[in-house]
Nanobody
Framework: QVQLVESGGDSVQAGGSLRLSCAASGLSVSMYCMGWFRQAPGKEREGVAL???????AYAESAKGRFTISKDNAKNTLNLQMNNLKPEDTAMYYC???????????????????RGQGTQVTVSS
């Protein structure tokens, strides 16, 4: 049974940092395109970052220069380091996974065939 379990969400002030983690079971992060997307209340899902099967990385424009995605194949985890957080980063953040190489685009992360339950990030001004 595939499970993706996110952790690390919290409430922080603008300019702060958070590190989100995603523990995967039932699949190997080394064999999947892994990503993060977010959804704020009343807004559409937005792809944030992804890391491909062989380590290629891509970010949404809103995340470039502030967020860093990484994975630990040995621990089977996915991480998202978020620095210089802004109020507009407030959202539920979801870990996602997809085995198909053609799906490995940031814009497609909200539609990957596996996702976790999410972790809430709240940034106050």
């Amino acid at each position: 049974q595939v499970q993706l379990v996110e952790s690390g969400g919290d409430s922080v002030q603008a300019g702060g940092s958070l590190r989100l983690s995603c523990a995967a079971s039932g699949l190997s992060v080394s064999m999947y395109c892994m990503g993060w997307f977010r959804q704020a209340p009343g807004k559409e899902r937005e792809g944030v970052a992804l890391i491909g099967k062989y380590g290629a990385i891509a970010y949404a424009e809103s995340a470039k220069g502030r967020f860093t995605i990484s994975k630990d194949n040995a621990k089977n985890t996915l991480n998202l380091q978020m620095n210089n957080l802004k109020p507009e980063d407030t959202a539920m953040y979801y870990c996602t996974a997809d085995p198909a190489p053609g799906s490995c685009l940031v814009s497609k992360t909200p539609y990957f065939n596996r996702r976790g339950q999410g972790t809430q990030v709240t940034v106050s001004s």
